[in-house]
Structure formats: structure tokens, C-alpha cells
């Protein structure tokens, strides 16, 4: 069983729905957990970090945790088209200095 | 841009060869991780170097290595390439080996015929 499980997708959605990407995990050892976004097998661009659980806003983009049942998300508002991309979270064990990621999940945001 | 640089873009090599592929991280940044996607797979953890020690090991195979040198820049060796070896390197670096925001790369494509 892999320590990261993503929801594998794809998703298509229209323009301006509300799109939740989500990930579960079984390591307790995670503390911090980021989203990356990924267009077309560049190199993964950091879209959001946090260290606890609750929610994290940034613009269009909210980033939630959920410890207790070791579920992330990450909520997009009013999508555009150019958030076509895929989503990967990732998490950190801080003391054994390893990041896992999950396989991503492909969005497409259809005009 | 992160400001990792990754050279070279692509790489083009034969089965048995060796390639070296280079990384220079984010000015400051003292960690190097090195990360392999495949078409079928997700990013998977090679290794992590901090100021010039190797800090963390993922699922590197045998005939790879790294080194990060005293300037920071890094260098990840594949040998005795396989078709299998074939896919994207990405390099990511942070300021630290704790927290670890990395930043990555753009990746070099390696394609074995």
C-alpha cells in the first residue's frame, strides 16, 4: 500500500466550477503538506504549503487538512482554463528528511 | 522560473551507456533532491543531498549515483542504462533538509534506445 494515495482522475470540468483534489495518507510521521501543480511534464511549480491542520486560502486556491483522518485537499474556485494542468500533493516527514508524493490527479478546465 | 537549473534538456543515449545529468540549485539553497517520473508513474524520490552530504535515499537503483559538490551544484549518474530508464529527471532544491519547500527543476528528458 503506498503511503500517498491521490484520487487518479482525470477530471474535466467547465470553466468556473469549483474543482476539490484530494489525497489521503497512512503516515503519521507527516507534518507538512504541499500542493504542486504540473503543466505537461514540466517541472512541478509549489502552489501551496502547510505545517496543520485547517484550511489555507490563497486567492482562488484553499488548501485544507484534516490530520485526525489524514485527508488533504485542494479546492480551486471560479477555474480557468489555464489551471489545466496535473495536481500533486506531497508531504513531508520532517525528521526522516523524505518527501512523498502522490501520482496526481489531471485537471481540465474546459472553456 | 524557480531558479533550479537543469542541464542538459534532453538526452538521447543507447542501452549500457552512461549519462551524467547536471543540477544547480535556487542561489542559497543548500539541499539537492533528485526525482525520477516515468510516463506510467508518479515522482519518484531518488535521493536528497545537504551541503555536499547525502541526507535521505528513496528507490535508487544500484547502477545510479549522486554527488553534490562543494559550490552546491549536483550530479546525478545513471549507468548501465536500461530501456527502462527512459523518463524525466527532475531536480528540486530548499533552504533547508527539514521543511524542504522545494523548488524544481525543468526537468531533463532521457530517452535509451
Known amino acids: 500500500q503506498k503511503e500517498v494515495e491521490q484520487d487518479p482522475g482525470p477530471l474535466s470540468v467547465p470553466e468556473g466550477a469549483i474543482v476539490s483534489l484530494n489525497c489521503t495518507y497512512s503516515n503519521s510521521a507527516f507534518q507538512y503538506f504541499m500542493w504542486y501543480r504540473q503543466y505537461s511534464r514540466k517541472g512541478p511549480e509549489l502552489l501551496m504549503y502547510?505545517?496543520?491542520?485547517g484550511n489555507k486560502e490563497d486567492g482562488r486556491f484553499t488548501a485544507q487538512v484534516d490530520k485526525s483522518s489524514k485527508y488533504i485537499s485542494l479546492f480551486i474556485r471560479d477555474s480557468q482554463p489555464s489551471d489545466s494542468a496535473t495536481y500533486l500533493c506531497?508531504?513531508?516527514?520532517?525528521?526522516?528528511?523524505?518527501?512523498?508524493f502522490g501520482d496526481g490527479t489531471t485537471l481540465t478546465v474546459k472553456p | 522560473d524557480s531558479g533550479v537549473t537543469q542541464t542538459p534538456k534532453h538526452l538521447i543515449t543507447a542501452t549500457g551507456q552512461r549519462v551524467t545529468l547536471r543540477c544547480s540549485p535556487r542561489?542559497?539553497?543548500?539541499?539537492v533532491y533528485w526525482y525520477q517520473q516515468s510516463l506510467d508513474q508518479g515522482l519518484q524520490f531518488l535521493i536528497q543531498y545537504y551541503n555536499g552530504e547525502e541526507r535521505a535515499k528513496g528507490n535508487i537503483l544500484e547502477r545510479f549515483s549522486a554527488q553534490q559538490f562543494p559550490d552546491l551544484h549536483s550530479e546525478l549518474n545513471l549507468s548501465s542504462l536500461e530501456l527502462g530508464d527512459s523518463a524525466l529527471y527532475f531536480c528540486?532544491?530548499?533552504?533547508?533538509?527539514?521543511?524542504?519547500?522545494?523548488?524544481f527543476g525543468p526537468g531533463t528528458r532521457l530517452l535509451v534506445l
Open positions: 528540486a532544491s530548499s533552504g533547508d533538509d527539514r521543511f524542504g519547500t522545494q523548488y
Open positions: 506531497a508531504m513531508r516527514d520532517t525528521n526522516a528528511g523524505k518527501s512523498t
Open positions: 542561489s542559497g539553497d543548500l539541499s
Open positions: 502547510t505545517y496543520s491542520s
